[in-house]
């Protein structure tokens, strides 16, 4: 038997939960996910790109988000983040902006907005908080008044599970958290027990795993998220490499302007600090013009 694939991994991760065949297993998760916030559970939910066999892991057209619209009118979107591409912050605020004015078109009335909900599953600790359950809102600093309900940011940050402390006895959504998290099936029955849908998940993630065609596709987007970070991880190192040398630049061409400047106050030629230095005449009558 091959080994189980990653839930975590976006290209398999839209394929568990964003098939219309497992929209069921999506509602259950989300239905989860609102009630650990507080929230009253959803009726029904409509795929608004459902995964299909033109998903292709390599595509940079493909989204592996998962898009989803409930009976009243809510967007939402469910996003898994194996890695940390830095400023999540921006990056969702962004997306949920697109999503929020996607519903508009011209000559229609601000009103006719719904409210769009984000979250973000991520397989890396991102908030300075211990909860992995973090939820963000519009609300007035120090009264709390919510100035609206239309923007609601969740994030589920993984690594902040503590298998130690934490088990399937404590139900709900720590069930479907623990599945995504370790993969691996020893404590299935367990986390499925009061979980008739995680059961199912756990049944999809089995069949993809036996299933060559799946399997090439998971390790091509594997490979293409990590040369992904690869790359982002190269520029970020040149750029900050490129920003040391331009500092060393500056403090250097700065050292020869204050020297420079001395040697003006003690009478010295042009051409005479200007072969000390280096600057060229140019630049030591420009400096001398700024001091007189």
């Not at 239309?150 to 599970?161: G, Q, S, T, Y």
């Not at 089995?206 to 690869?230: C, G, P, V």
């Amino acid at each position: 038997m091959n080994e189980l694939l990653d839930p975590k991994n976006d290209f398999l991760f839209k394929r568990i939960f964003g098939s219309e065949e497992n929209k069921d297993v999506l509602l259950a998760f989300l239905n989860r996910t609102f009630d650990h916030a507080g929230k009253p559970p959803l009726r029904e939910i409509i795929l608004l790109n459902s995964y299909t066999d033109k998903d292709s892991p390599l595509d940079k057209q493909s989204i592996f988000d998962i898009h989803a619209r409930t009976d009243d009118g809510q967007l939402i979107n469910i996003e898994m983040q194996l890695f940390n591409n830095y400023d999540m912050e921006k990056r969702t605020l962004y997306y949920w902006s697109k999503l929020y004015s996607s519903q508009l078109f011209e000559g229609n009335a601000y009103k006719q907005l719904r409210k769009c909900v984000t979250i973000n599953v991520l397989d890396y600790a991102f908030l300075p908080s211990e909860q992995y359950h973090n939820v963000f809102r519009l609300s007035e600093d120090t009264s709390g008044i919510h100035l609206t309900d239309d923007m609601e940011l969740h994030f589920l940050e993984l690594p902040k599970l503590d298998s130690s402390t934490l088990s399937a006895q404590d139900g709900g959504l720590i069930n479907w958290l623990l599945f995504l998290k370790y993969t691996d099936s020893v404590n299935w029955e367990e986390l499925a027990m009061n979980e008739p849908q995680l059961k199912k998940a756990m049944n999809t993630l089995e069949f993809l795993s036996q299933d060559e065609q799946a399997r090439m596709e998971y390790e091509s987007r594997q490979k293409a998220l990590r040369d992904e970070i690869s790359r982002q991880e190269y520029a970020r190192d040149r750029g900050l490499e490129e920003g040391r040398q331009e500092g060393i630049r500056q403090g250097i061409e700065q050292a020869k302007l204050e020297s420079a400047h001395k040697m003006l106050k003690m009478g010295l030629e042009i051409a005479m600090i200007a072969e000390a230095t280096g600057l060229s005449q140019q630049q030591i009558e420009a400096l001398r013009a700024v001091e007189e």
